[in-house]
């Protein structure tokens, strides 16, 4: 039914959707252009409120402040680290977790399941994998003949070890998208494929791929915003510290910290700001990518 | 190349599609696979393709046994039901692809792409994706990407199922004319059995799993085997009557005293039916139940007692109402015997 826009349809239709334009607004729009302001706060009274000045001076501190620039730097680190090594895994898993067909559903709800517990309950459990001297990891690394790796404590691994849990904890969610885009794939792309004569090889390259293009673009994308907002695992794995020495600080545990325990709102909400323009500028680049090779 | 099955058997589970099956495809012909839906015929082209193995039995291809090879190796071309066209690729793409598998050098591969676009009047379309093209030009891209790698044997899984009936008459032409350029060992799987009789040299009719008839077209219209593939084969569907319901039949078509006994039921097709003025000549008669006229064809059904039976080629139109005398040539009867194969009439005379 297409009505012709008059005055009274459209007051009727904002009626409609007033009450949720009134929760979005209050909880999601208010707020955001509240620490879009807050960011340019140069002079504040934290106490009645006031705001003497305007300025970019908040951004102008933060660059200034090498430990930003570390959170920048480590960030960058942990989403090039999690994303594509989360996605190769988890599409691996995803085409042998096909195949089977005997327990499929159980051996899918194990690969689930670190998606649905705690991050919490996880990282109390990767701490103790992690452990010097009585963590799994380190002992089968002691079989191997490695000397044991002080994952937690030396500054130089606590990325690594972040890393390595965080991968782990998104592989379920990624193996479900994967499954259902293999799924979506036609038998008969792979029949037609074998009659043109393509090896197992050739038809994962030339078939497989290219047809998983959207699931692919699906996963990377919110796989990046994801790990560009990642905190509760630095949070929880070094018990409430950004790492050993601050290594493992990451952009938001920095505005978390700058809001939260230093009381800088200017500075954290400048922060969050730089935040969301690395986030848009990288989903601006995976969407023009996307037009670009996934076209049918 | 020459396909033979010596003793083919495929069964999935419990359930037996093919049940020893043997046969021959000639070189160079182009065959047809025709029978209801779920007589075990896509089955039997799967088997030749290497998509799927034979529970028992060998294939040979010439003389080399491929019972074991996958469809990788046999390099048979194929043309599936819902065309199977790579959707990423473009039309030029999708033909060059069975060439880029073979490694071939690339403007190599698009000469030759290009080559085959042409046969098959596709070449104003190479750059477009397959969904912009419709069905009839997919099913031509379809038929080019299967040549491409000059197979030896081409295979067609029901690929005019997908088409309106006009171009499914004008497809049906296109590839007997492809077949001929080319002169690939062609195997046509479909139900239709307008579709197999007209453009094939020979057609194989199956039913439950096993082999009815092979025969050329003509053969398998005129001197049916059995009853299945008498009554699969014309339309309308050939009039059979049970010699129980008429027990003067037999007289009336001077059976000799031995083969009597055999007769289950006889054949007639609509077009065969004659009306004679000689009531004790007749074979049958028959009160004219309704007479339907559709552009040409005048269709007359006859009531003998409480069957039906259809006529379409009676000379004079007789009344509705009218009681008639109708007869056959002998030589046009097809007489059935109580499993239902044919009975020669040669052994007869």
């Given at each position: 039914m297409i009505q012709k826009p008059t005055l009274k349809s459209s007051l009727k239709s904002l009626l409609y959707i007033a009450p949720m334009m009134l929760i979005v607004g209050t909880f999601n729009l208010y707020p955001i252009v509240r620490s879009f302001l807050m960011s340019f706060y140069a002079d504040y009274n934290i106490f009645t409120g006031e705001v003497s000045s305007y300025g970019i001076n908040n951004f102008i501190d933060i660059f200034k402040d090498p430990e930003f620039i570390l959170a920048i730097r480590n960030t960058f680190i942990f989403v090039l680290g999690v994303v594509p090594a989360s996605i190769a895994i988890s599409l691996g898993i995803a085409i042998l977790l096909n195949r089977v067909q005997v327990l499929s559903g159980f051996f899918r709800s194990i690969y689930f399941l670190p998606f649905v517990t705690s991050t919490v309950a996880i990282s109390i459990v990767w701490g103790w994998i992690y452990h010097s001297r009585f963590g799994l990891l380190n002992y089968a690394l002691g079989l191997l003949?490695?000397?044991?790796?002080?994952?937690?404590?030396?500054?130089?691994?606590?990325?690594?070890?972040?890393?390595?849990?965080?991968?782990?904890?998104?592989?379920?969610?990624?193996?479900?998208?994967?499954?259902v885009g293999l799924n979506?794939?036609?038998?008969?792309?792979?029949?037609?494929?074998?009659?043109?004569?393509?090896?197992?090889?050739?038809?994962?390259?030339?078939?497989?791929?290219?047809?998983?293009?959207?699931?692919?673009?699906l996963v990377s994308v919110m796989g990046v915003i994801n790990s560009f907002k990642v905190f509760d695992e630095v949070f929880a794995l070094f018990q409430s510290r950004p790492g050993p020495a601050g290594s493992a600080m990451t952009v938001v545990y920095y505005i978390f910290q700058k809001f939260y325990q230093e009381s800088q709102y200017g500075i954290a909400a400048a922060a969050g700001i730089v935040l969301f323009l690395i986030i848009l500028v990288f989903t601006l680049v995976q969407m023009a990518f996307n037009k670009k090779f996934v076209h049918y | 190349m020459q396909v033979q099955f010596k003793d083919v058997t495929m069964s999935y589970g419990d359930k037996e599609v093919l049940e020893k099956i043997n046969f021959t495809i000639p070189e160079g012909k182009l065959v047809s696979i025709l029978g209801p839906s779920g007589c075990g015929k896509s089955t039997t082209l799967m088997l030749i393709s290497g998509l799927t193995y034979p529970s028992n039995g060998q294939i040979y291809f010439g003389d080399k046994e491929v019972t074991k090879q996958d469809a990788v190796k046999r390099k048979v071309g194929m043309v599936f039901q819902n065309y199977a066209l790579y959707p990423h690729l473009?039309?030029?793409?999708?033909?060059?692809?069975?060439?880029?598998?073979?490694?071939?050098?690339?403007?190599?591969?698009?000469?030759?792409?290009?080559?085959?676009?042409?046969?098959?009047?596709?070449?104003?379309?190479?750059?477009?994706?397959?969904?912009?093209?419709?069905?009839?030009?997919?099913?031509?891209?379809?038929?080019?990407?299967?040549?491409?790698?000059?197979?030896?044997?081409?295979?067609?899984?029901?690929?005019l199922s997908n088409l309106d009936a006009r171009l499914r008459i004008e497809m049906r032409e296109e590839i007997r004319r492809i077949q001929q350029e080319t002169g690939?060992?062609?195997?046509?799987?479909?139900?239709?059995?307008?579709?197999?009789?007209?453009?094939?040299?020979?057609?194989?009719?199956?039913?439950?799993?096993?082999?009815?008839?092979?025969?050329?077209?003509?053969?398998?219209?005129?001197?049916?085997?059995?009853?299945?593939?008498?009554?699969?084969?014309?339309?309308?569907?050939?009039?059979?009557?049970?010699?129980?319901?008429?027990?003067?039949?037999?007289?009336?078509?001077?059976?000799?005293?031995?083969?009597?006994?055999?007769?289950?039921?006889?054949?007639?097709?609509?077009?065969?039916?004659?009306?004679?003025?000689?009531?004790?000549?007749?074979?049958?008669?028959?009160?004219?139940?309704?007479?339907?006229?559709?552009?040409?064809?005048?269709?007359?059904?006859?009531?003998?007692?409480?069957?039906?039976?259809?006529?379409?080629?009676?000379?004079?139109?007789?009344?509705?109402?009218?009681?008639?005398?109708?007869?056959?040539?002998?030589?046009?009867?097809?007489?059935?015997?109580?499993?239902?194969?044919?009975?020669?009439?040669?052994?007869?005379?």
């Open positions: 003949g490695f000397s044991p790796i002080e994952f937690l404590t030396d500054p130089s691994n606590s990325m690594l070890a972040l890393i390595i849990m965080a991968i782990w904890k998104g592989l379920g969610f990624n193996i479900i998208l994967f499954l979506n794939i036609d038998g008969n792309y792979y029949s037609a494929a074998k009659i043109d004569g393509a090896k197992g090889w050739q038809r994962f390259t030339n078939i497989t791929l290219p047809l998983l293009g959207p699931t692919m673009f | 473009t039309i030029l793409e999708n033909i060059m692809f069975p060439l880029k598998m073979e490694k071939m050098p690339k403007n190599k591969r698009k000469e030759r792409a290009l080559e085959l676009a042409r046969l098959v009047q596709i070449e104003e379309q190479v750059d477009k994706k397959p969904k912009q093209l419709s069905g009839g030009q997919q099913q031509r891209v379809a038929i080019a990407r299967a040549l491409a790698k000059e197979p030896s044997i081409l295979l067609m899984d029901e690929p690939v060992t062609t195997v046509f799987v479909t139900h239709d059995q307008e579709e197999a009789l007209s453009i094939s040299d020979e057609v194989m009719v199956l039913n439950e799993g096993a082999i009815q008839q092979n025969s050329d077209p003509i053969t398998l219209y005129h001197k049916p085997k059995n009853r299945f593939v008498a009554q699969f084969l014309g339309t309308p569907v050939i009039n059979t009557i049970k010699v129980a319901d008429h027990p003067e039949l037999l007289n009336r078509l001077r059976l000799s005293e031995i083969m009597k006994p055999e007769v289950q039921s006889i054949g007639i097709r609509a077009e065969n039916i004659k009306v004679t003025t000689i009531e004790s000549e007749a074979l049958l008669s028959g009160i004219v139940n309704h007479v339907s006229r559709v552009g040409k064809d005048t269709t007359v059904y006859i009531e003998v007692n409480g069957h039906s039976l259809v006529a379409t080629n009676l000379g004079v139109i007789p009344e509705e109402g009218t009681m008639i005398h109708i007869t056959a040539d002998i030589e046009e009867i097809h007489l059935f015997n109580f499993n239902g194969k044919v009975i020669e009439l040669e052994a007869v005379k």
